[in-house]
């Protein structure tokens, strides 16, 4: 059928060629706006549109049958989505154009709240497979077969920053996972770190508010080195364990691949007979534990602000599936009642020298999400998501976070029928008499909206099921009503101390930097030093230590509802570095790369970088890339000014002796090897090289992590010296906050 723009008889006549000269809709040519119109003569009913070039050179939509056709939300086809409807050539716009009506209503709409915390998050598909059945303690479908896969989403996040934040805010990262399994979706919501900040979830909008920016400024975005956040935790000694858990090296991941996750509290296993076992979850990483430095996060902010998502996003596109192993800590009531401390205390963990870890299955994430807000942002977890056969501790901190989440989702997403949003919706059988609403979309068939009914089995809907369905662990419970905190929640200090003295002579560094970097931002010398009385419950020697980075004279330790228990046994698992990677694999290299760089080098390199199942990116003087000794042409990732080594895991310095002349009147690449020597990286160096290092002033402090890239049997050499994090003795060695206290 053929179609003419009814404007006048110019529109058909120009639509029918390409050569409009602007699209977009600006009216620089002073034609009239339905000459340009891209609907052409005979376009039918549906027109849909591609791309063609205009004579200048400039792309134009012009319409083409082989793709879909622009509809409104209503299916009408549209014809023209570069002008609006107007009264003449420059008259005004009229309320008639439903096609400009509804898109700018849809557009006005698009924003959903952000998470109240959590708001900046990445998500990923995935699948659970149970490796060894745990019937023996629970009754949950998704623990009796071996081998068998459940369909998983998990969402990584920061807690404090806004959606838009940047990803290394030094912050407890979120590690929530929703299983789809046969009983029911289950949601294991937790986080990076083990413990938290408090005991009771009445205090979590007080410890959130100090945390976020100031509400007279609203600064400071995304972190926690500010007068508020120590105000509050330096008169909540509770959360002493947890601060000493985001002071260390936890708080700044290298990748949510490289994170543990830990569902916090005790909950309950509960088998087919009703007897319940206590158990904590942990997600072990395969890829093992990796951090940054601090110095290197503040810089990878700024240099690519999105630096964990894309490392998910492109680790899952090339195939490099993460993975983790679901563990848990089975323990009876006997077991908790022995236990230095209340399983039910949200701020202690059970050492798993004490509890051993048993690996009952692995997480894989295996597919990026098709489309963010639908998946990512739309994503509903709710702590009191759990099937039969798991059910919750007393903790009152859980207790608290079933309350919260379903409440939040309901302000969230706008009403109650967020689960029939796809990625919230359970993909097993589900019926029941819930109905209408908000955006209903799957409301129950048939007459019968309630229950009991006497419509019979077909048109009855459905019914209970005493035997599948769930129930709750038949605890007893009994006491006056009343506001307390129990007296086994009250020593503040011991399994602080016990983290602290499970590190490292680095980690431990790290935590006291932290410690001195944060408190250094609060203005209030108070709090600076109320901070400091309560370390000295937790180790003299970091106490110490910070009050002399703070230039503080050392305050009376604080009042301790408990006395320290200082011989609680170190424990390895605590430490980032004793459970590290064994490879370099899912790691990246950055070669810096010049002109005339030797090819062989180049080759062997970045054939040991692959097959160590590493991957690479090249960084030049110019983003064109380079050509090598032998001719051939490399193209680069990244120009050396977008590609700092902060970016990178390891880097390579390969370069001609012209490159290196030029690079080191370059301030980006002397920028380039300083920080890589500064954060400990792995340093492979051509002989070339030397120019640059002379220049950035560190030629004489190269040391045995600085390895030379002279030979092509070098690179294996290189790569299999990478499989370490870093070189840390550099650091001890070099910095400044590593000599002993005087
Ligand atoms: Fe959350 N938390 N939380 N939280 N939390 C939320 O729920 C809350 C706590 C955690 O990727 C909110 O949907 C209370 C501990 C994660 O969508 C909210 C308390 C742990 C996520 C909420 C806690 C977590 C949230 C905000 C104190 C680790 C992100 C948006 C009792 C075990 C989930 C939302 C996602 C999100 C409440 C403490 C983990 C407001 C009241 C402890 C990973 O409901």
Known sequence: MARKPVASQAASKSCATPATPDVAGGDKGGESSAKRSPVPDDADLAPSFGEAQGEGGETHQIARSDVAALTTQQGIPVADDQNSLRQGERGPTLLED??????????????????????????????????????????????????????????????????????????????????YTQEGNWDLVGNNIPVFFIQDALKFPDLVHSVKPAPDREFPQAASAHDNFWDFVSLTPESFHMIMWTMSDRAIPRSFRTMEGFGVHTFRLIDAEGQSTFVKFHWKPKQGLQSVVWNEAVKINGADPDFHRRDLWDAINAGDFPEWELGVQLFDDAFADSFDFDVLDATKLIPEELVPVRIVGRLVLDRVVDNFFAETEQVAFCTQNVPPGVD?????????????????????????????????????????????????????????????????????????????????????????????????????????????????????????????????????????????????????????????????????????????VTNLPPSDKLSIIKNGPESFKGRKLGILLTNGAEAAMFQALTAAVEA????????????????????????????????????????AILVSA??????????????????????????????????????????????????????????????VACRSLRHWPRELAVDLDAQPVP
């Open 98 to 179: 439903f096609h400009f009506r509804e898109k700018i209503f849809h557009f006005d709409h698009e924003r959903i709240p952000e998470r109240v915390v959590h708001a900046r998050g990445y998500g990923a598909h995935g699948f659970f497979e149970l490796t060894d059945s745990l019937a023996d303690v629970s009754r949950a479908d998704i623990f009796q077969r071996v081998g068998e896969r459940t369909p998983a989403f998990v969402r990584f996040s920061t807690v404090a920053g806004a959606k838009g934040s940047f990803d290394l805010a030094r912050d407890v990262r979120g590690f929530a996972v929703k299983l």
């Open 392 to 564: 919750f501790s007393n903790d009152p901190l859980l207790q608290g976070r079933n309350f919260s989440y379903l409440d939040t989702q309901i302000k969230r997403l706008g009403g109650p029928n967020f689960t029939h949003i796809p990625i919230n919706a359970p993909k097993c059988p589900m019926a029941h008499f819930q109905q209408d609403g908000h955006m209903a979309m799957r409301n129950p068939r048939g007459r019968a909206n309630y229950e009991p009914n006497s419509w019979g089995p077909t048109e009855g809907g459905p019914r209970e099921d005493p035997v599948r369905g769930f129930s709750s662990y038949a605890e007893t419970a009994d006491g006056p009503k009343q506001r307390v905190r129990a007296a086994s929640f009250a020593d503040h200090y011991s399994q602080a101390r016990q983290f602290f003295t499970s590190q490292t002579a680095i980690e431990q560094k790290h935590i006291g930097d932290a410690l001195v970097f944060e408190l250094s931002k609060v203005e209030r010398l108070d709090i600076r030093s109320r901070v400091v009385s309560h370390l000295l419950n937790i180790d003299a020697s970091l106490a110490a230590k910070v009050a002399d980075g703070l230039g503080l004279s050392l305050p009376d330790p604080a009042a301790a509802a408990r006395p320290t």
């Open 658 to 719: 012209e490159g290196a002349a030029l690079l080191s009147r370059d301030a980006a690449a002397k920028d380039f090897v300083t920080d890589a020597f500064a954060h400990c990286k792995f340093i492979g160096i051509a002989a070339e090289a030397e120019a640059i290092f002379a220049k950035s002033g560190i030629a004489e402090e190269l040391d045995e992590a600085c390895l030379p890239l002279g030979r092509p049997a070098d690179a294996k050499t290189f790569i």
């Open 612 to 651: 160590e199942g590493a991957v690479y990116e090249v960084v030049a003087p110019q983003i064109g890339g380079v050509t090598l000794s032998d001719g051939s042409t490399v193209a680069a990732k990244h120009k050396i000014d977008g590609g700092p080594s902060v970016l990178f895991d390891a880097v």
